[in-house]
């Protein structure tokens, strides 16, 4: 049994940081995984900010060269650095994970989700 639970989150300024952080329990960290970072701001569809799998990462254009996504095996956690936030950054934030099988891990159905942390930027 995978659970997948999210830290971290919070509210600041515009310009501001934060680094919500997902602790994953259960089998998954065992093998080779993909994980990702989506959010899902009010009125909006959920949407992929990065992915990371076998020393890849992969960002959304909106987050691209402000969000960086770290997975750390050992401690079967993943983390999200966010700098220069802005605004429509604004989101309840979810980390996935799902097996990796090869290939990449872009847009994959993800089976395992965490709660969500809110992102609230002013």
């Known amino acids: 049994h995978v659970q997948l639970v999210e830290s971290g989150g919070g509210s600041v300024q515009a310009g501001g940081s934060l680094r919500p952080s997902c602790a994953a329990s259960g089998n998954l960290f065992r093998r080779a995984s993909c994980m990702g970072w989506f959010r899902q701001a009010p009125g909006k569809e959920r949407e992929a900010v990065a992915y990371?799998?076998?020393?890849?990462?992969s960002y959304a254009d909106a987050v691209k060269g402000r969000f960086t996504i770290s997975q750390d095996n050992a401690k079967n956690t993943v983390t999200l650095q966010m700098n220069s936030l802005k605004p429509e950054d604004t989101a309840l934030y979810y980390c996935?994970?799902?097996?990796?099988?090869?290939?990449?891990?872009?847009?994959?159905?993800?089976?395992?989700w965490g709660q969500g942390t809110q992102v609230t930027v002013s």
């Open positions: 990371s799998w076998s020393g890849i990462t």
């Open positions: 996935a994970a799902r097996p990796w099988y090869g290939g990449s891990c872009v847009g994959r159905y993800y089976g395992y």
